[in-house]
């Protein structure tokens, strides 16, 4: 079982603003990174550290950090921002590397 | 820029190993901070983390695989390596070779990823 809780589906309608959490003890220690996934590919890191964003991934992407919850949002979604949305941070231990369940994110 | 691309039999029987290689391009596998990793993704389900090789050589292997786990580098060939013994059709995923450069859970890089199937 993951470390790291996702809810396992949202909704956004197109231009709207969504919000993706991660919640898990380790994230009182450690931040979370952030990953998209489209059918068929590869992930892609969309922000990772405190707020930091990839060259290229544009700044409707967010995330922030409270507690045991990390956060991930998109500002203003766009048709091409449905893809499935992971987590990732440290365990317990900080020795090893744990994934969130996945968020699927759906653009009405 | 750098450039990951995994490599290996599509197709392993159970009870046999699992290899892979991820050969690295336009970068060097040794240069330093970097964590090269493997992450699977079982089909229609989520990622999970399988381990790394640091640079200098060090791993860390996920808990619940730990037992079945190698991974290598190979600096000559700039590549690293996964074997993974006593396959069963639960091992049937999709593998991804990933780099950390800075943090180690944070994959800015990946390959595309490949295919094996565990079935006789």
């Known amino acids: 079982s993951s470390e790291l809780t996702q809810d396992p589906a949202v909704s956004v309608a197109l231009g709207q603003t969504v919000r993706i959490t991660c919640q898990g003890d380790?994230?009182?220690?450690?931040?979370a990174n952030w990953y998209q996934q489209k059918p068929g590919q590869a992930p892609v890191l969309v922000i990772f550290g405190k707020n930091n964003r990839p060259s290229g991934i544009p700044d409707r992407f967010s995330g922030s950090s409270s507690g045991n919850t990390a956060s991930l949002t998109i500002t203003g979604a766009q048709a091409e921002d449905e893809a499935d949305y992971y987590c990732?941070?440290?365990?317990?231990?900080?020795?090893?590397?744990?994934f969130g369940g996945g968020t699927n994110v759906t653009v009405l | 820029q750098v450039q990951l691309q995994e490599s290996g039999p599509g197709l392993v029987k159970p009870s046999q190993t699992l290899s892979l290689i991820c050969t690295v391009s336009?970068?060097?596998?040794?240069?330093?901070?970097?964590?090269w990793s493997w992450i699977r993704q079982h089909p229609g389900k989520g990622l999970e983390w399988i381990g790394y090789i640091y640079y200098s050589g060090r791993t860390s292997y996920n808990p619940s695989l730990k037992s079945r786990i190698t991974i290598s580098l190979d600096t000559s060939e700039n590549q690293f390596s996964l074997k993974l013994s006593s396959v069963t059709a639960a091992d049937t995923a999709v593998y991804y070779c990933?780099?950390?450069?800075?943090?180690?859970?944070?994959?800015?890089?990946w390959g595309q990823g490949t295919m094996v199937t565990v079935s006789s």
């Open positions: 990933a780099r950390a450069a800075t943090n180690q859970d944070a994959f800015d890089i």
């Open positions: 336009g970068g060097s596998i040794s240069s330093g901070g970097s964590y």
């Open positions: 380790s994230l009182r220690s450690y931040y």
């Open positions: 990732t941070s440290r365990d317990s231990s900080g020795s090893h590397v744990v």
